[in-house]
């Protein structure tokens, strides 16, 4: 069965510090894909980022950076120069590529980055 | 705009009520899902249908049901078998047969029992 561990539970920050949140998954499938997802205090939940479990290349996007590496399962995720906009739960969240899982998520239970001014 | 439409933002329930959570999709998604979350966790999946008139249990599919007549339109009713139903519910739909692509999230119905 499919696991997401987001161990921290809150991330408290001082506004242009930078921040990592980590992620940790179990899967027993060899594709796979890897997202974050941004829910801020409205509600909705905002993509980000994803990852194929065959592409471990790292990129940035903005401000945003990841870091995936299979050999320890991890997919962590850094806002850099953070922002009090950037204050919301973030997700890290599991999708299988088989046919009958097509699009289930498993999410981890999110951690909150609080940024201050 | 394209987008997904949960209503309504808000429900109170009675117990012992059934009550239906609306979710309807304008992007021409075939695959629709239910996710319930709770304080301090994460999502969890309750029912997801990837075609009309066929839909599946998800993890916590228990005192809920859901139907697929319409691909814009996947509705979840709240049964009173439902013992904890106060929680946030989210409904997202993707395009079956795109790889590696992203869910989109209605903006979530928050539901609580009086």
């Known amino acids: 069965a499919q696991k997401v561990t987001q161990a921290q539970t809150e991330i408290s920050v001082v506004e242009k510090e930078d921040v990592t949140l980590d992620c940790v998954y179990e899967t027993r499938d060899t594709t796979y894909y890897l997202f974050w997802y941004k829910q801020p205090p409205s509600g909705e939940l905002v993509f980000l980022i994803r990852?194929?479990?065959?592409?471990?290349q790292n990129e940035i996007s903005g401000r945003y950076s990841w870091n995936f590496q299979k050999s320890t399962s991890s997919f962590n995720f850094t806002i850099t120069a953070s922002q009090v906009v950037d204050s919301a739960v973030y997700f890290c969240?599991?999708?299988?590529?088989?046919?009958?899982?097509?699009?289930?998520?498993?999410f981890g239970a999110g951690t909150q980055v609080v940024v201050t001014p | 705009d394209g987008g997904i439409t949960q209503s309504p933002k808000y429900l109170f329930r009675k117990e012992g009520q059934n009550v239906t959570l609306s979710c309807e999709q304008n992007l021409n998604h075939d695959a629709m899902y239910w996710y319930r979350q709770d304080p301090g966790q994460g999502l969890r999946l309750i029912y997801y249908s990837q075609i009309v008139n066929d839909f599946q249990k998800g993890d916590i599919a228990e005192g809920y049901s859901v139907s697929r007549e319409k691909k814009e339109s996947f509705p979840l009713t709240v049964t009173s078998a439902q013992k904890n139903p106060t929680a946030f519910y989210l409904c997202a739909s993707i395009p079956t047969g795109v790889p590696n692509t992203e869910a989109f999230f209605g903006q979530g119905t928050r539901l609580t029992v009086v």
């Open positions: 990852r194929n479990s065959f592409d471990e």
């Open positions: 969240a599991l999708s299988e590529a088989r046919g009958d899982s097509w699009g289930k998520l498993q």
